[in-house]
């Protein structure tokens, strides 16, 4: 087996581990009212098991770190796919800190999908490894990049407890305002959840299926980015390996499989979208709230009530301040490292590779929005007294600000860091 | 109305304590038995005293926290907007007012319109930020020096209340304690316990307080004064123009440029660029048939002008200073003079040619020359002949009829000599020569000096006689004399980072009232581990507790 | 000790009124400094075709005109007729024209003075005078009267109508 091979099977092994340790640590929890058993040794049991085989995920997950350093030849965390591993990888270190300080199992029915899926969406992004362009091509890169996914997966794990505490907290049979706005927020929060697994889910299922659409369209450079000074029109192409729901505004089949019966695609982006992969990426996104919302929608009628009540008996018997003072802690620990990962060794890097320390490059501006976010969190908690709901809904935005910091901004926007392939 | 500030212990505190300086008997008469509001040890705040002139408003308005969140809040989303659309500052050429439009439609004009192409220097986002370094300033100014003076003057035994209504709370009666002897003996052991868990503990009788980590009450301070040191470095920036300089060069390989508004010179030796083999690629890229660079340097010489600096006439006195290969992630440094690989573009140009002047019918040749595009000397020795340049076009063109030239850069060189020497007519021979191989056809070199009766030819032996320069250089240099203020003020930020979130400040308070044990403890945060603390001393001094049973019934409202 | 602590805030407040008033403004306030119309214009010396050396500051009194100029520019071509022509007419009304050439080899501008038969004082610069002129279009052409003072900064071709008026114009212009 060559070195890129041990190292994917470690992965793909450690994605597994984690699901069955995710598996455990609900079976902690819910088991203890099964018959015949002492509720207090089963947990301890149960939860030890799980961490342990939580740790062996993560063993795993170090194997593919080193073999892919080796066999690439760098520090395995130049692009998407990478990026988004090594963030899992430390959601689960943040995890593991977590829970040798607390102790509670509870923290892993929720720290350990938040992993998972994030290793699941690397997984969509090509698994190839690069080699370094020359910017990247420094010891920075390491520091850099590594200190800030441990930030930020202490404010996932921060997330993770903090959207526990709310499931746990809120009356889902209330019917005032404000609890209805609760139950609602946090159905929603998991239908964002939904909606990424249903990417994550189309992405692979037409993968699978090896399906294939190409588009041509016209692009017209700007006389300021062409060679000539003259405005200029471009033929590009863009390949779709999700069928077309969607195509490029003012774009040419090129070639198309048929799917579900259907030939042609349904609708053409709006005119706004004027680059050559805006329609694609509007596509995607367009897949990934239809299955989002078929899986949300399906799992409700299974259910028969909202999923934040059904989970909610599993949470009973973990103690809520437990929960809001864990979500905290986690954040707490977390902002000084972000603070020096995402804010001041970027600062150092920048000011050695690309001539100035801060330059207001979207990367830049959404880790400084990020950092805001939480110093406003800290503030409101610390000197205002925001606890339980109030700091635990902060808690659960500040992670979706993060996710579109690491995701959304190479998205949609794209600027200096956009390198990381998406 | 007035209040009535004397406590009962005797201690004349401030208008609008809270909690008494000295006992810590809360001040405000509730009745109720919530946990005690501890932020700043309920000492009075400065912006909270009485009888307020309008300066006074002012540093309330900043020192108050709820200020400081709306105004991150507001920078926030201000920030967030200048993502939307390409700042004007990642172009280096462009109309700002007509590319937002033609790029951006609607959209782009309003975006443009609103100033937002360049968020980051508008007059209200610089605003924000200099409000929150004064709400930086004022709220750490009015809560230090009170929490100061309560930490540096804390006394021992504390009134009952204050006990009672902490967030950590144990009371409790101990049997074997039958007077005022056994109770001291029992703090005097308990004070041990929690010595070696490196409290500071200070007794009184049968009371006690334990202290510990008080510095990470600092904390906040120390990262607020480093923000504050950050802020003032960026806009020291700002407004001390020769602290800060930035200017982009284009340096051809072989070329020395100036850098602008300095002495400096720099000169690109060598450009070398080195691009990934296939092997070195995965597949899907090599598929693509994308081509990514491995390293590109420039081999740079700056050079400082020691002689005739920026003197229009005379040429300037270059000496050199520093060698250094320029890459990416290395930057050549020179007295505070950092200058950077930006980029590149392969810019084929020519520099120069070993031209051979020649017989046209017998090909006999008379001797070589070296005639630069750049700035070509005006006469040519060649064997025999005089070759007076009477004629440079640098980028040849007909303009209406005429010989001209479309602009400075060497793309289509074309020269006109005029011969003398041996077998010349006496005002000279007259020869057109163009240096590359496609523009001598394009314009039919060969006919026009044939027809002009030229007997000479001017022509290059093989492509070493070629000079080109392939890559054009991007650099950019910079000086930037207040970076030192910057990694100070981050790293004074981040070292009260560290102080404030990874420690926290623990106090416990103990007395004893006849057997009755009162024990109150307070953190700055995490409660959990204040907990546990407290519960395992109880334990070593024979009281079982479970931890989470100490957490004062009482919640907050 | 109640005194010196509201001068302590009275300090705070009144710096940070500064700082944010500096900052703000410290775009309207720092003018880079370009020639504009009244102001005096920027000596300089610089060598001419001809090897003499020309400044400024020697024709004080003197109105002058001072044209950039290169061969690669199609406008600054067509109007160097009207510019000559100017030049030979208003000679004896002290008139002085100085053709600032703009980096070019000299030989090129050699050939191109010889071509078009231009006789006024040609300027060879490297981009040192037409950086303080803050020329970044071609032509650009200033006119400084006997004063010293830029009157007119025209950018773009010149008719020769509209170079006799600004000439008039210019002339009037007594020390």
Partial sequence: MSLEQISNTALIAAFFIYIIAFFMFVISITGKKWSNRDPEAHMKRWSRFAFGVTVLGIASQIIYFITRWIYSGHIPNANMFEFMTLLSMMIIVGFIIIYIIYRSAGTGVFALPVAFIVQAYAMVFPWEAEPLIPALQDNWLKIHVTTAALGEAFFAVGFATGLMYLIRTVNFSGTSKKERRSIKGVEFTIFVILVVVGFIGSVFLFNGMDYHAEFSKDVIVPAEESELELEQVTTENVEYTLPPIVKPYNSEIVSMDSYFGIQKPLFEAPFWMQGVNAGRKLNTVVWAFIIGTLLYYTLRLILRKPIGASIQPILNDLDPDDLDEISYRSIALGFPIFTLGALIFAMIWAHIAWERFWGWDPKEVWALIVWLFYSVYLHLRLSRGWQGSKS???????????????????????GLHSYAGV | MIQNTKCECGHQNPVNTVLCESCGKPLIEDQSMETLEMRYDGAVR????????????????????????YLIFFTLCGASLGTIYPQESTFINIDPS??????????????????????????????LLIMIGTSLVICSLDRVLPLYRALNKQKIRKH???????????????????????????????????????????????????????????????????????????LLRLIVSPWYMEEYISVLDGEIEQIPGTNYYVENERFIVEFYSEDELSEKTVEKGKIIPKLFATEAVLYECVKNCNDPIKDPVLEEVKKHSIQVNEPLEYEGLLIYQMGYEETPILNSVNATLKNRESNEEYGQFILEMDNPKSTYEVGDYQLELIGYYPDFTFINGEAGTKSSKP???????????????????????????????TYQEDQINIAAGSTLVIDVESMQDVDFSLYTSFLSARKDTILPMIWIGLSISMIGLILGFYWNHRRIWL????????????????????????????????????????ENEVKDS | MKNNKKWVQYIILILFVVIAGVTLFSGVLSTDEVPEVG?????????????????????????????????????????????????????????????????EPEVTVQSFVNQVGVTFPILLDKNIVSDQYDVRYYPTTYFIDANGIIMEKKIGEMSESYLIQTVNKLIAVKE
């Fill in chain 2, 511 to 550: 007395k004893f009232n006849k057997n009755q044990l009162l024990l109150g403890a307070h953190s700055n945060k995490n409660w959990f581990g204040l907990r546990k603390e407290v519960a395992q001393a109880l334990h070593k001094s024979g009281i079982e507790v479970e931890a989470k049973s100490l």
């Fill in chain 3, 39 to 103: 102001n005096f214009a920027p000596d300089f010396s610089l060598k001419g075709l001809d090897g003499q050396v020309y400044q400024l500051s020697d024709f004080e009194g003197k109105p002058v005109v001072v044209n950039f100029w290169g061969s690669f520019c199609e406008p600054c071509v067509r109007e160097m007729p009207a510019i000559e022509d100017i030049y030979n007419k208003y000679q004896s009304k002290d008139l002085i024209i100085l053709g600032v050439n703009l980096d």
């Fill in chain 2, 411 to 441: 793309n289509t060189p074309a020269f006109i000599f005029s011969i003398h020497g041996p077998g010349m007519p006496d005002k000279g021979e007259i020869n057109m020569y163009f240096p590359l191989p496609q523009h001598k056809v």
């Fill in chain 2, 160 to 234: 009952d209340q204050f006990i009672r209504r902490q967030k950590v709370v144990y009371t409790g009666d101990i049997k074997e304690i039958q007077n005022e002897k056994d109770a001291e003996l029992w703090v005097n052991e308990f004070s041990g316990i929690l010595k070696k868990k490196f409290y500071r503990v200070t007794t009184d009788g049968r009371s006690l307080l334990a202290e510990k980590n008080r510095f990470s009450r600092w904390g906040p301070y120390i990262n607020h004064i480093g923000l504050i040191i950050f802020l003032l470095a960026v």
């Fill in chain 1, 392 to 414: 635990s809904w902060l808690s659960v935005i500040g992670f979706l600000i993060v996710m579109f910091t690491l995701v959304g901004v190479n998205l949609v926007i794209a």
């Fill in chain 2, 98 to 127: 007509t590319y937002y439009p033609e790029t951006y439609g609607t959209m782009g004009s309003i975006y443009y319109m609103l100033g937002l192409s360049h968020t980051y220097e508008t007059w209200w986002f610089k605003l």
């Fill in chain 2, 46 to 69: 400065r912006s909270q005293r009485e009888n307020k002139t309008i300066i006074d408003r002012v540093w309330s308005f900043f020192s108050s926290v709820k200020v400081a969140i």
